[in-house]
């Protein structure tokens, strides 16, 4: 997690579309652009380079 615990807890509420990558609220069941219902929770830590 980030220095940040407010930040932190905001970021969690935040689900992303598997197909379109678009940002959608936490009690979403299905994505608000494409209509998609396979939904992921945001990453927590950034991805590391190759």
Do not use: V
């Not at 970021?11 to 009690?27: E, H, L």
């Amino acid at each position: 997690m980030g220095k940040f615990p407010i930040a932190d807890a905001e970021i969690s509420k935040i689900w992303i579309c598997r197909r379109c990558k678009a940002r959608n609220k936490a009690q979403s069941k299905k994505c608000r652009k494409c209509g998609y219902d396979s939904l992921r929770p945001k990453r927590k830590e950034a991805k590391a380079k190759k």
